[in-house]
Structure formats: C-alpha cells, structure tokens
C-alpha cells in the first residue's frame, strides 16, 4: 500500500470538468515521484495513500487544490511593440524563459489600439481537473 516516503509509479489520464481530455501517459513512460515530497499536487497525493498496485481511481481536484483560481493582479499591460507582430492576437502564447532554464507560458488576454494584455496565468489557473489513475508500482 501507498505511504509516504515511496517511490510510486502512475499511469494516468487527465481531464477537464467538460470531459476534455488535456493530457496522459498511457502507453508511455510513467509518472515517477516520491510521495509526501511534494513533486505533485498534494492533494493528488492525499489521494492515492492506501492504494495499491494495480488500483484505479478517479480523483477530481478543484481549481485551488490544482493550479489555484484565475489572479486578477496577473493581467499586466504592456506596449504594443514590446510583442513580435505574429503574436499580436488574443490567445496567442509567448514562451518567456525563467531563471531556471525552463519555459513559462503567457497567453495575451486582450488587443487594445497601443496597448495588450497579458495574462501570466499558469494556462490551467482556475480548472477543476479529473485524473484517471493507475498504480504500476510502489516501492
């Protein structure tokens, strides 16, 4: 059975509350994470304590326990210039890299005459989100 401090090996499937699946590893490689170290959702983690090899469950998540509610004070403002032409579009994505090396995703939210929005929002920032998951191991 799933305790803290094991190392847990998940297949899984990821939906939207409208029934969308947004993402998976079925067929793939595994999900690995050591539980109770915070490498994925808590809550997620909560969830699987007890289970065991070869057990299913669905757990659904709320915004808050995933990537959190939709934060007004992440909307910023910016000059029109300051964003390549071909990005000039609502819905557009940029890729702004972090310090870390890795890539952060920033959606423009509006198109204003000199002016766009920006909306640095985790893209998932206010979705309940269901997991489809399968123990393939624990030790």
Not at 48 to 71: F, R, S, W
Not at 79 to 96: H, K, N, Q, W
């Amino acid at each position: 059975m799933i305790r803290h401090g094991q190392k847990v090996s998940l297949e899984y499937t990821v939906f939207l509350k409208d029934g969308t699946q947004i993402d998976s590893n079925v067929g793939e490689d595994p999900l690995v994470f050591v539980l109770g170290e915070h490498q994925v959702f808590p809550a997620l983690e909560q969830e699987l304590l007890g289970l065991k090899i070869g057990d299913t469950k669905q757990i659904t998540l709320n915004a808050e326990q995933a990537y959190g509610p939709v934060v007004q004070e992440a909307f910023r403002e910016v000059d029109i210039e300051t964003i390549p032409a071909a990005y000039r579009f609502a819905g557009a994505v940029l890729g702004v890299q972090d310090p870390a090396g890795g890539v952060f995703p920033i959606r423009v939210h509006e198109i204003k005459t000199d002016k766009i929005v920006l909306d640095f929002n985790h893209p998932l920032a206010g979705q309940a989100l269901r997991f489809d998951v399968k123990v393939l191991n624990v030790n």
